[in-house]
């Protein structure tokens, strides 16, 4: 393995010179050379640059095309810069940015949120981090509870309170949070996803706002819920008055109502980010009557000042304008339908690749995300597919895909198909990895 990634380090430095020589000038003035330290995280010898993106193609600034599979880690889950949203934009563009007021596209998205997902009520974030952020207050304050629970190996964006993992059984503030003075411990309880006796025995002390999950896990790997497991777990949630709120950042790519419209799950918040614009940073959060009305009880009674909840930019014209766009036009079941199918060809040709090389892997699809696991089944919980990622193995595949004209995501090994996806770039993917699996198991 050692000699095949020397290989593809040395064929991805003499391919891309105008990248390394970005790289070299980004260094003298961005820390870390990239605008966001993460940027580093594609195992790459240094950080591939961007000319250009449209549909499902990435074109390098050396000029190669590259079928994307990593679309922004789902920012771009409709397709980079999709044609409905740039047009909205560019006209919104005319008529101003932001002016931190109303317009009639917020009327029509609120709208369009509530018959998409079923909740009543809404606002807006630039992120689904600070969407996540935000109903943590908004929660906290109408139940007068300090407590949440989350799942272990989660991920909420950059919400402090999420930074809690199990480990050997106990809660413990993830090591590699970087400045927290705070102990998460005190106020966040960790359980495993798919365990309803540890729920119900983190909720039985009556004093947890709101369990903050993902549907499905997908940042850790994937990790699906058990059959009923939903459908018991809201039952536990309600049953000791708290709330349930639902991330759909990722799980969106299930439907134009995400995972709990599919599956016919019923939050009392959601939220929603990345891909909700199309690309263009925002995010929104729902709540449904009743949750709606005891947050708008608890800012009533709290003294004026402010509340903590929202920013000069959340909900500027500009993202209501992509968002109105992405709403309308790209979260249809029109739209869903082929990129749906499309995946599960994905997640089949993945299958038997993986299969005629006899590797006890797995993959595990939801709707238009699809990845492959190095375990022999998909993980139950967030221990299990922690215990499956190989860092070292997961570069070396990826940086071997890139070589080989191919993206995929830098965390663990997703990949989504978007409305521009082709059976073109499927069919460049599996040959690829075919490749890709041929030098590591016989080269």
């Excluded at 109408?142 to 809660?171: E, K, M, W």
């Excluded at 039985?204 to 058990?226: F, H, Q, R, Y």
């Excluded at 639902?246 to 939220?271: F, K, N």
Aim: net charge negative.
């Amino acid at each position: 393995m050692r000699l095949f990634l020397q290989r593809e380090q040395a064929a991805f430095t003499a391919h891309n010179p105008n990248s390394l020589e970005l790289s070299r000038r980004a260094s003298a003035h961005l820390l870390f050379g990239v605008p966001l330290h993460w940027m580093n995280d594609w195992g790459t010898p240094f950080a591939l640059q961007v000319a250009q993106a449209r549909g499902a193609q990435l074109v390098d600034v050396d000029g190669h095309t590259l079928s994307d599979f990593c679309l922004g880690d789902t920012g771009a889950m409709f397709g980079h810069s999709p044609v409905p949203v740039t047009q909205a934009v560019a006209a919104q563009l005319q008529h101003g940015i932001t002016a931190m007021l109303a317009s009639e596209d917020a009327a029509v998205v609120g709208e369009l949120l509530s018959a998409r997902f079923g909740l009543p009520f809404w606002q807006f974030a630039m992120t689904a981090t600070d969407a996540n952020r935000f109903v943590l207050r908004w929660l906290r304050a109408a139940s007068g509870r300090a407590r949440i629970i989350v799942f272990n190996g989660c991920y909420h964006g950059t919400v402090d309170d999420v930074f809690v993992d199990l480990i050997d059984g106990q809660p413990v503030q993830r090591d590699s949070l970087l400045g927290q003075v705070h102990d998460l411990t005190a106020h966040t309880v960790v359980v495993e996803f798919n365990d309803l006796v540890s729920l119900e025995a983190a909720l039985s002390n009556g004093d947890v706002a709101c369990v903050l999950a993902e549907p499905a896990m997908t940042n850790i790997g994937m990790v699906l819920p058990d059959a009923g497991y939903w459908e018991a777990a809201q039952a536990l949630i309600r049953r000791h008055g708290a709330a349930l709120v639902l991330d759909e950042t990722h799980t969106i790519s299930c439907g134009p109502g995400g995972y709990a419209r599919a599956h016919g799950l019923q939050p009392d918040a959601v939220v929603l980010g990345k891909p909700l614009g199309g690309g263009v940073p925002c995010a929104a959060y729902g709540f449904s009557a009743d949750w709606a009305q005891r947050a708008v009880q608890a800012k009533l009674d709290a003294p004026p000042g402010h509340s903590g909840i929202g920013t000069t930019l959340s909900g500027n014209l500009l993202a209501m304008a992509a968002m109105r766009a992405t709403l309308s036009e790209l979260m249809t079941d029109a739209v869903y339908v082929p990129m749906l199918v499309l995946a599960t060809t994905l997640a089949g040709g993945l299958r038997a690749v993986i299969g005629r090389y006899g590797l006890p892997w797995c993959v595990t699809q939801l709707g238009a995300r699809c990845e492959f696991q190095f375990r022999v089944t998909p993980p139950h919980n967030g221990d299990e597919a922690g215990a499956a990622l190989d860092p070292e193995l997961e570069h070396l595949i990826h940086l071997a895909l890139l070589n080989r004209g191919v993206m995929i995501t830098p965390f663990h090994n997703m990949m989504l198909v978007c409305p521009a996806t082709t059976q073109a770039d499927v069919e460049r993917l599996l040959s690829a990895f075919d490749e890709v699996l041929g030098q590591l198991c016989h080269g």
